[in-house]
């Protein structure tokens, strides 16, 4: 017999919500969830809606590379215009408040963002699809594994004040503004 569930309301589906609404406080008022969301410590909030910005632009690229919706042309054009106004500038903001505090993560950080930023400059040498792809999964997996490993690693490593103290430099040099689609 056919479950009366929709099928985002399914136990493990990822559109599943709280059901105190779509945005919850956690057990530290530090610490927000919007549905399934990760909880992300306040402080690196910004970043993390930066994230979601350069996640769509991920898949733009997939999907033109896969000629589902858009152009070549149209999605490098985005890359270079996304690398410029934000993704570079997101990065230089990592490097200088989040790596010190790192430990042995900071050499995959930085490693991930000298193979992104090379990835960038084949996307502006070349208009293959080969090339997009490798930079849409590349940025992908990069998100995802701050997303899921440096965050959580940072935030259970730093006390609260050490991390109020980040979400304020970063609040004042601008990180979390900037729009993926220029």
């Known amino acids: 017999r056919p479950s009366a569930r929709r099928p985002r309301d399914r136990p493990g589906s990822r559109a599943r919500r709280d059901s105190a609404g779509p945005c919850t406080t956690a057990p530290s008022p530090s610490r927000v969830s919007c549905g399934a969301a990760l909880h992300r410590h306040l402080a690196l909030r910004p970043l993390s809606n930066e994230h979601h910005g350069a996640l769509v632009l991920a898949r733009a690229v997939r999907w033109a590379c896969e000629g589902r919706r858009g152009t070549l042309a149209d999605v490098r054009a985005r890359i270079l215009r996304a690398w410029s106004a934000v993704l570079a500038p997101h990065f230089a903001v990592e490097e200088r408040w989040l790596a010190p505090h790192a430990g042995d993560l900071a050499e995959v950080l930085l490693g991930q ?4 930023a090379a990835a960038c400059e084949r996307v ?5 699809a080969t090339v997009l792809a490798a930079f849409g999964r590349a940025l992908d997996d990069h998100i995802r594994w701050e997303e899921r490993v440096l965050f959580p690693t940072l935030e259970a490593r730093l006390a609260e004040a050490e991390l109020a103290r980040i979400g304020v430099a970063l609040a004042e040099h601008g990180s979390g503004a900037a729009c993926m689609d220029p």
């Open 113 to 116: 963002h000298r193979d992104l």
């Open 124 to 128: 502006r040498a070349a208009e293959d």
